[in-house]
């Protein structure tokens, strides 16, 4: 593949954007051509010949941006190979297994015939925002639990059926 590929999120407090730039990075490391971009601003997809699309886990849904996106370009995003990715969990679980994507991103990975999906543990941070998120720091249960060698490793995979 020769031409550009969309790395697109939902993100309330930026640890979605930090996995995605992390794959733009590895996808461009392997000679290809990425843009990233919030999903909230992503006009059209039809300049783009593969799409990752990628959104925060809140309460067992992808952020609102992330689903907004894949609902409106959809026609656009059956057209062009699309992997998801999610991340959320605050604890190690996400290292440890495999972790399947929520009900309604499944439903979006069968109707696009998604080529891949992974679930990523979160990040909350002290300086998180929103009143569930400071009660979820006050309770102990914030930390950092991305693991960017799994990241890179699955953003490689991309890489490697993109240039087949």
Not at 27 to 56: C, I, K, N, W
Not at 88 to 98: I, K, M, Q, T, V
Not at 139 to 149: K, P
Request: hydrophobic share 40%; charged share 25%; with cysteine.
């Amino acid at each position: 593949m020769t031409g550009t590929v969309l790395v697109t999120y939902g993100t309330k407090n930026g640890s979605t954007a930090h996995i995605a730039e992390s794959i733009a990075g590895t996808l461009r490391e392997h000679g290809l051509t990425v843009e990233t971009m919030r999903a909230s601003s992503v006009p059209f997809v039809t300049r783009y010949d593969a799409v990752v699309v990628g959104g925060g886990l809140y309460a067992g849904r992808w952020h609102k941006d992330a689903r907004t996106f894949v609902r409106r370009h959809r026609h656009d995003l059956a057209q062009r190979p699309v992997w998801f990715f999610s991340s959320g969990p605050l604890d190690a679980s996400a290292s440890e297994r495999d972790i399947p994507p929520v009900r309604g991103v499944r439903r979006a990975m069968q109707e696009l015939h998604a080529r891949g999906h992974a679930t990523f543990g979160g990040c909350l941070d002290d300086d998180a925002d929103g009143w569930l998120a400071r009660r979820i720091l006050h309770s102990g249960s914030g930390g950092d639990f991305r693991d960017f060698e799994a990241v890179t490793a699955w953003a490689a995979a991309i890489a490697a059926e993109l240039k087949n």
